[in-house]
């Protein structure tokens, strides 16, 4: 049951030379990651994560999981970037499509909403008409403990708590995941007595999700962590020691760059799932911070389908030939709607009759891919054998090692994130901050 990667149906934009020229770089490029001798070696921490994480951690985050579980109605996860997405991805992929609507005796777990991934008033003021008055809990996520989106929303989810339950109760319902030393949250956490979780020092956020920062909101919608990890553990033992013949991460790095270099610029990652919509939010944060930099990069695009197909499905088969296009193709779908037989055929679909729903988005999707591969898109093929844990673990690793060995074959640093700070400085500038008072003045000139 392994995550695979198929580029058969783009052989006719790529050659077996070229295939062969980008397996050496590649070979190249993954010893340079392995060997840790690359920029940003010191963020590799996550590389032997699935093998090598804290047990004891590990436990206290099962544990926490299960007293979230008996005395909250609703888990709110405050985090942005990579101390939410990876989080949502696995609760969408794995959980009941109506998660939060769906009856408790059907969910058992939590209600979770995500927060502090904007700044949107409104959002949080529907969140907290939605939280009523029944009982929650607050895991709070950033990594440098600084971020202001969830700092705000961390603010106003505490000041409710404390008024809730008291000051001391409060602090037994919020969990903090963050530094081990260093930041404001956890100086906070520290003062406050908050549950601590840690995010390692060698770990970037985009990188996160088998740390603390996803798996303690995965633990609480009920999915299973061990399983996860076990996933993630056998990809990277098939990434680490496959030859490239038979290493999807590999191929799939070394595609991607043949790609690039003959002008396919963007890449659209396509799934026929709508669970998986937030799979691709994941992916492409962890691609677009991790390449695009130094005027360089694949811009990491996704769509739904077939709901898309009736949106961008035209410019995918028509428009600016200058993306790939690569397919998330879960396999194995659980649910069985059989299409019916009307006794008069008003909308011509008796031929369908008999055939349940997965045979018809599957055909839908082969049909797409042919299409496409006629338009000049070149598509390549990931294929998930199941929508449950241990695929998904997989499928998060195959994304991080490819990612890391196709960042250093561009020749750049995947590992670091220059470019996310400029918003922030004039952010700060435009809302008074200390130290801030020259910029702010600049800018204002120019509004
Ligand atoms: O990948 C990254 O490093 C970023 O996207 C971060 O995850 C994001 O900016 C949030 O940072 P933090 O966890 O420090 O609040």
């Given at each position: 049951n392994k995550v695979t990667f198929d580029y058969s149906k783009a052989a006719k934009f790529i050659s077996a030379d070229e295939v062969k020229s980008m397996e050496r770089i590649v070979e190249q490029s993954k010893e340079v990651l392995v060997s840790k001798?690359?920029?940003?070696?010191?963020?590799?921490?996550?590389?032997?994560l699935p093998v090598a994480y804290d047990k004891e951690e590990f436990a206290r985050i099962q544990k926490a999981a299960e007293k979230i579980t008996s005395d909250s109605e609703v888990l709110v996860v405050i985090g942005i970037g990579g101390s939410y997405l990876g989080a949502r991805a696995a609760v969408e992929f794995l959980r009941h499509s109506f998660y939060n609507v769906v009856s408790k005796e059907v969910r058992k777990t939590p209600e979770i909403y995500f927060a502090g991934n904007s700044i949107s008033g409104r959002y949080l003021s529907d969140l907290i008409q939605v939280i009523g008055d029944r009982d929650f809990s607050v895991n709070v996520i950033s990594k440098s403990g600084t971020t202001t989106e969830p700092a705000i929303a961390f603010r106003v989810f505490k000041e409710m708590l404390e008024k809730k339950y008291g000051k001391a109760e409060a602090a037994k319902r919020i969990y903090a995941t963050t530094d081990k030393s260093r930041g404001a949250l956890k100086k906070l956490a520290t003062e406050e007595g908050y549950e601590t979780f840690v995010v390692p020092d060698d770990v970037g956020g985009r990188f996160s999700?088998?740390?603390?920062v996803g798996l303690l909101p995965i633990a609480v919608s009920g999915a299973d962590i061990i399983k996860l990890m076990e996933g993630a553990a056998d990809a990277r033992k098939d990434a680490l020691e496959k030859p490239f013949a038979e290493n999807g991460p590999m191929q799939y790095a070394a595609v991607r760059n043949i790609l690039l270099r003959k002008g396919k610029q963007i890449e659209v990652l396509a799934n026929y799932e709508p669970s998986l919509h937030y799979v691709s939010e994941w992916w492409k944060q962890l691609y677009g911070e991790s390449e695009g930099k130094d005027q360089k990069g694949i811009f990491p695009a996704s769509v739904d389908l077939t709901t898309d197909l009736h949106s961008m499905g035209q410019f995918i088969q028509?428009?600016?030939?200058n993306l790939f296009e690569t397919v998330l193709n879960v396999?194995?779908?659980?649910a069985e709607i059989v299409i019916g037989e009307e006794p008069v055929d008003l909308d011509g679909l008796?031929?369908?009759?008999?055939?349940n729903m997965d045979f018809v988005n599957k055909s839908a999707m082969n049909g797409t891919i042919l299409a496409h591969t006629d338009g000049n898109v070149p598509n390549l093929m990931i294929t998930v054998p199941g929508q449950d844990e241990y695929s998904l673990g997989q499928l998060f690793y195959f994304f991080e090692f490819a990612c890391g060995v196709s960042g250093y074959t561009l020749g750049v640093n995947p590992f670091n994130q220059p470019g996310v700070e400029s918003y922030k400085k004039n952010m700060f500038a435009l809302l008074g901050k200390p130290g801030y008072e020259a910029e702010r003045e600049e800018l204002m000139k120019r509004l």
């Amino acid at each position: 049951n392994k995550v695979t990667f198929d580029y058969s149906k783009a052989a006719k934009f790529i050659s077996a030379d070229e295939v062969k020229s980008m397996e050496r770089i590649v070979e190249q490029s993954k010893e340079v990651l392995v060997s840790k001798s690359g920029a940003g070696n010191d963020f590799l921490g996550w590389i032997d994560l699935p093998v090598a994480y804290d047990k004891e951690e590990f436990a206290r985050i099962q544990k926490a999981a299960e007293k979230i579980t008996s005395d909250s109605e609703v888990l709110v996860v405050i985090g942005i970037g990579g101390s939410y997405l990876g989080a949502r991805a696995a609760v969408e992929f794995l959980r009941h499509s109506f998660y939060n609507v769906v009856s408790k005796e059907v969910r058992k777990t939590p209600e979770i909403y995500f927060a502090g991934n904007s700044i949107s008033g409104r959002y949080l003021s529907d969140l907290i008409q939605v939280i009523g008055d029944r009982d929650f809990s607050v895991n709070v996520i950033s990594k440098s403990g600084t971020t202001t989106e969830p700092a705000i929303a961390f603010r106003v989810f505490k000041e409710m708590l404390e008024k809730k339950y008291g000051k001391a109760e409060a602090a037994k319902r919020i969990y903090a995941t963050t530094d081990k030393s260093r930041g404001a949250l956890k100086k906070l956490a520290t003062e406050e007595g908050y549950e601590t979780f840690v995010v390692p020092d060698d770990v970037g956020g985009r990188f996160s999700v088998l740390t603390a920062v996803g798996l303690l909101p995965i633990a609480v919608s009920g999915a299973d962590i061990i399983k996860l990890m076990e996933g993630a553990a056998d990809a990277r033992k098939d990434a680490l020691e496959k030859p490239f013949a038979e290493n999807g991460p590999m191929q799939y790095a070394a595609v991607r760059n043949i790609l690039l270099r003959k002008g396919k610029q963007i890449e659209v990652l396509a799934n026929y799932e709508p669970s998986l919509h937030y799979v691709s939010e994941w992916w492409k944060q962890l691609y677009g911070e991790s390449e695009g930099k130094d005027q360089k990069g694949i811009f990491p695009a996704s769509v739904d389908l077939t709901t898309d197909l009736h949106s961008m499905g035209q410019f995918i088969q028509d428009g600016s030939r200058n993306l790939f296009e690569t397919v998330l193709n879960v396999t194995d779908s659980e649910a069985e709607i059989v299409i019916g037989e009307e006794p008069v055929d008003l909308d011509g679909l008796n031929y369908l009759a008999g055939k349940n729903m997965d045979f018809v988005n599957k055909s839908a999707m082969n049909g797409t891919i042919l299409a496409h591969t006629d338009g000049n898109v070149p598509n390549l093929m990931i294929t998930v054998p199941g929508q449950d844990e241990y695929s998904l673990g997989q499928l998060f690793y195959f994304f991080e090692f490819a990612c890391g060995v196709s960042g250093y074959t561009l020749g750049v640093n995947p590992f670091n994130q220059p470019g996310v700070e400029s918003y922030k400085k004039n952010m700060f500038a435009l809302l008074g901050k200390p130290g801030y008072e020259a910029e702010r003045e600049e800018l204002m000139k120019r509004l």
